[in-house]
Structure formats: structure tokens, C-alpha cells
T-cell receptor, first 112, second 109 residues
Framework: ETGVTQSPTHLIKTRGQQVTLRCSSQSGHNTVSWYQQALGQGPQFIFQYYREEENGRGNFPPRFSGLQFPNYSSELNVNALELDDSALYLC???????????FGPGTRLTVL | GIQVEQSPPDLILQEGANSTLRCNFSDSVNNLQWFHQNPWGQLINLFYIPSGTKQNGRLSATTVATERYSLLYISSSQTTDSGVYFCAAYNQAGTALIFGKGTTLSVSS
């Protein structure tokens, strides 16, 4: 059974650019959630996707957007990057929206 | 929304010692998870424990939902136990995990 995978592992962008992060969910899981973890903090919920629809959103601006595909993989898009967007971005999948979540290894984004 | 508080923020142990990490939450929860974050940032699932007690090797966890707290016990600690331990509980909608600030554990030989 393949676990949650994320790509890329590291990314460097400049302020104002756009970025797309990718996540493949664990086999049998239809729900994907995205989190942002700043240095020294706990992860903060961005949004959740369930069966290709957004199923909940945290306190993040609209320039953070996402997609879920029919195979339940997901993308996180961030437009107009700001320096404060530098963080570890974590993706988690679960068998359903209210179930145990399993995390991928993360993508470390640096915005210069 | 739900608040999750962890204590202590930092813990320093000698190898072989036992420890207890605490997680308090402000409202009733339907899901509570404990994680260990390794130095590369990966969150490793330790326990999914909305209530009751579970054990896995040297680790065990107890959640008392009616009193709104959970405890993680680490016995005979090893240097590989070092890292940050997080507890997280679902928000009211059951969509987002709300994380505490973590306990940073350092185990020295």
C-alpha cells in the first residue's frame, strides 16, 4: 500500500510568482486536506477536498486555491506569493472527511 | 473554535527515562490524534484516540473526553524519540485538524 506522496520536496520562488504543489492520496482514501506549517509552529488548516469538492476552508486568503482530481490526487495553488508564504506545506489523506488523517512528507517552499 | 494546548513546551530527558505529555482541548471532540514530527518534517501517526487507552510498544495514550484532555506516555525513552510531538483535534465541522503548538522532546544518551 502506497502512502501519501507530495511533489516537489523543495521549491524556491520569488515574491509575486505563482506555485503549484501536488499530492497523491493513499490508496482507498477519497479526502485530502492541506496544511501550512511555519517554522516553530503547529500546522494550520488551509482547506479540505472530498470527492472533488471543497469541503471546508481555514482562514487563508483566496489566492490559496485547490483542486481534487477523479483519482483523488490534489493540487494546492498559491498566487501572488508573499514572503510569509515560506513554510512547509503538508498534505493529508483520509478514508472519509471525519476519519484519521495520514500525512505526506511535505513540500518546503521558500519565497525570496 | 476549538483550542488545543500542549504541555510542557520543551522536555529534556536522559535515555531510559519515562515521560508524560499532556494535551488539553476546549470543547468535546470526535477525533484526537497524536503525531511525532521527525527532523525532516514528516508527521508520523502515533495514535488515533478520541477516547480510551491504546498502547503501541513503549508508547501509550489515554484520552478522557469528558474532562477534555489526552496524555501521551513514553517509557524507556531512546534518542530516536527526540523530535516534536503534536496532538490535534477535529474542529466542530469535522473537517480540519486543529493542532497544538507541540512539545519538543530531546533525549540524550
Amino acid at each position: 500500500e502506497t502512502g501519501v506522496t507530495q511533489s516537489p520536496t523543495h521549491l524556491i520562488k520569488t515574491r509575486g510568482q505563482q506555485v503549484t504543489l501536488r499530492c497523491s492520496s493513499q490508496s482507498g482514501h477519497n479526502t485530502v486536506s492541506w496544511y501550512q506549517q511555519a517554522l516553530g509552529q503547529g500546522p494550520q488548516f488551509i482547506f479540505q477536498y472530498y470527492r472533488e469538492e471543497e469541503n471546508g476552508r481555514g482562514n487563508f486568503p483566496p489566492r490559496f486555491s485547490g483542486l481534487q482530481f477523479p483519482n483523488y490526487s490534489s493540487e494546492l495553488n498559491v498566487n501572488a506569493l508573499e514572503l510569509d508564504d515560506s513554510a512547509l506545506y503538508l498534505c493529508a489523506s483520509s478514508p472519509s472527511p471525519h476519519n484519521e488523517q495520514f500525512f505526506g512528507p511535505g513540500t518546503r517552499l521558500t519565497v525570496l | 473554535g476549538i483550542q488545543v494546548e500542549q504541555s510542557p513546551p520543551d522536555l529534556i530527558l536522559q535515555e531510559g527515562a519515562n515521560s508524560t505529555l499532556r494535551c488539553n482541548f476546549s470543547d468535546s471532540v470526535n477525533n484526537l490524534q497524536w503525531f511525532h514530527q521527525n527532523p525532516w518534517g514528516q508527521l508520523i501517526n502515533l495514535f488515533y484516540i478520541p477516547s480510551g487507552t491504546k498502547q503501541n510498544g513503549r508508547l501509550s495514550a489515554t484520552t478522557v473526553a469528558t474532562e477534555r484532555y489526552s496524555l501521551l506516555y513514553i517509557s524507556s525513552s531512546q534518542t530516536t524519540d527526540s523530535g516534536v510531538y503534536f496532538c490535534a483535534a477535529y474542529n466542530q465541522a469535522g473537517t480540519a485538524l486543529i493542532f497544538g503548538k507541540g512539545t519538543t522532546l530531546s533525549v540524550s544518551s
